[in-house]
């Protein structure tokens, strides 16, 4: 019995509470969440983009786009308690929710050969409730106002690196979420008192201010990049991973700005 209540207490502190409260990432459920992204990812390029001979290219992001903004949108809905908490819409369920809701389209889609215009429609068709309950419950649009400057501003240096030195457009457009991403969380730490929820970026913002977090953002993705170059030879492989990068840059970047939006 002290062993079950011991599991329990574990499991309540640093992986379910956490989902509920907004208290952040932690050691334990950033090595778990990691694990089982990576893994996500690894099958759901072995059994659906190799099983059905999908090339990736910028097609696989106009096809995820539009579940990506559901997702972030409804998990940003919670926070604004424009939506009640489920473990469906929290994080990292929602990953899940999204994940299977677009799964049945995406192979629609690559077996009527119609990629990604299955996959899209259903995207945008699922986000526009959670669109129209976020349009009508802004109280701070002005913060979305600043994500986008600083988006810009941030973009400014990989637009021009990338006009006079191309590099693979799939990554290209991977970076530019994460200056969407970066500028979200800098707008919610400097102007609105929030703090950065994950591990490592956490440290780093307490101890250096947000705008510690660009160039960190910089080094993650040029490690990213490059890693992958060199270690993954095959070019559709290596593009997936670099899709994977945009999903993980999108997802928060769509979701902080909405949640401030909404007075969150």
């Known amino acids: 019995m002290e062993i079950s209540q011991e599991i329990y207490d574990f499991l309540w502190n640093y992986f379910i509470r956490p989902m509920y409260t907004r208290e952040g990432y932690n050691a ?15 099958l759901t390029y072995n059994y659906i983009i190799k099983r059905f001979k999908i090339r990736v290219d910028e097609r696989l992001i106009y096809a995820a786009t539009p579940m990506i903004l559901f997702g972030s949108t409804t998990r940003a809905l919670v926070d604004g308690k424009v939506l009640e ?9 929602i990953f899940f929710t999204a994940s299977f809701l677009l799964l049945p389209a995406f192979i629609a ?31 701070r649009p002005y913060a979305y106002a ?42 919610a730490i400097h102007y609105y008192n929030h703090y950065e929820v994950h591990w490592i970026e956490g440290m780093l913002s307490e101890n250096f201010g ?15 990049y490059y890693g992958v170059k060199y270690l993954v030879p095959d070019e559709n492989e290596r593009r997936y991973w670099y899709f994977a990068t945009f999903v993980l840059g999108l997802g928060p970047g769509i979701r902080d700005p909405t949640q401030l939006t909404l007075g969150a």
Request: aromatic share 18%; hydrophobic share 55%; glycine share 4%.
């Open 28 to 42: 334990y459920n950033t090595l778990l969440y990691g694990f089982l992204l990576g893994l996500g990812i690894i």
């Open 85 to 93: 908490p489920n473990p469906l819409i929290l994080t990292p369920g």
């Open 109 to 139: 889609d690559a077996r009527l050969k119609t990629y990604p215009k299955i996959s899209a429609s259903w995207g945008l068709l699922l986000s526009s409730y959670p669109l129209y309950l976020f349009i009508s419950h802004a109280v």
């Open 146 to 187: 600043l994500t986008l400057l600083y988006t810009a501003i941030f973009s400014i240096p990989i637009v021009l690196y990338y006009r006079f030195k191309p590099f693979d457009r799939v990554f290209y457009i991977a970076a530019l979420s994460h200056m969407y991403d970066l500028a979200s969380t800098i707008v």
């Open 210 to 224: 947000p705008f510690i977090l660009y160039p960190w953002k910089l080094l993650i993705l040029a490690a990213v």
